[in-house]
């Protein structure tokens, strides 16, 4: 159980376009997602934190209106990274915490990620 | 404001060796949650272990021990008779519970397991 997969697991797109990656809770409802970007050979930097049927919450120097998230469902998330430059090319990590378990956040689980390529 | 640190960035040790990664944590609250995750080439995380600040019990699992001291604010990783399998980078993370539920990590430690 607890699985979270993300789509598609690589992508590579011209400079300008815009891509959306999906993530999703395969086998639970999540309330409240992850976004995280990790470039090669770095840690993991959180993005923004995603609540079901409300605005993202960004992490500072985050452009929200580059990098747009919707969370429409409580198993789905997407970011939407627009305008892709070579810049943006990184891996993208979801996770996402269960509905019902309040603040707690020891219960948050983590895609395989998506590695995006932008030439 | 919540930082977690691993000084160690890369780790080589020949197999069958004993193996610790350092990890300390800065955090306010009194409340707050220790993870380590493993990432391997895949780059998929691998959850490992969580420990929250209420339980400063040591844990070990098969190889795998984790050393929890809040006295000296570290929450460090022993994996003993290390396998060429092994090789990965490791996180060391933290959440605190009026974050919101944010995990912030730690930059990482690449460890090599040389056979």
């Known amino acids: 159980g607890a699985v979270v997969s993300q789509h598609p697991s690589w992508v590579i797109c011209k400079s300008g376009t815009s891509v959306k990656i999906e993530c999703r809770s395969l086998?639970?409802?999540?309330?409240?997602m992850f976004w995280y970007r990790q470039f090669p050979k770095q840690s993991l930097m959180l993005m923004a934190t995603s609540n079901e049927g409300s605005k993202a919450t960004y992490e500072q120097g985050v452009e929200k209106d580059k990098f747009l998230i919707n969370h429409a469902s409580l198993t789905l998330s997407t970011l939407t990274v627009t305008s892709a430059h070579p810049e943006d090319s990184s891996f993208y990590i979801c996770?996402?915490?269960?509905?019902?378990?309040?603040?707690?956040?020891?219960?948050?689980?983590f895609g395989p990620g998506t590695r995006l390529t932008v030439t | 404001a919540q930082k977690v640190t691993q000084a160690q960035t890369e780790i080589s040790v020949v197999e069958k060796e004993d193996v610790t990664l350092d990890c300390v944590y800065e955090?306010?609250?009194?409340?707050?949650?220790l993870f380590w995750y493993k990432q391997p080439p895949s780059g998929e995380l691998v959850f490992l272990i969580r420990?929250?600040?209420?339980?400063?019990q040591n844990e070990i699992s098969g190889r795998y021990s984790w050393n929890f001291q809040k006295s000296t604010s570290s929450f460090n990783f022993t994996i003993t008779a290390s396998q060429v399998v092994d090789s990965a980078v490791y996180f060391c993370?933290?959440?605190?519970?009026?974050?919101?539920?944010?995990?912030?990590f730690g930059s990482g430690t690449r460890l090599s397991i040389r056979p």
């Open positions: 420990r929250n600040s209420f339980d400063e």
């Open positions: 993370a933290l959440s605190e519970e009026g974050s919101a539920s944010k995990i912030i």
């Open positions: 955090t306010r609250d009194t409340t707050y949650y």
């Open positions: 086998d639970f409802q999540a309330t409240t």
């Open positions: 996770s996402a915490s269960p509905t019902g378990l309040g603040p707690l956040v020891y219960e948050q689980y």
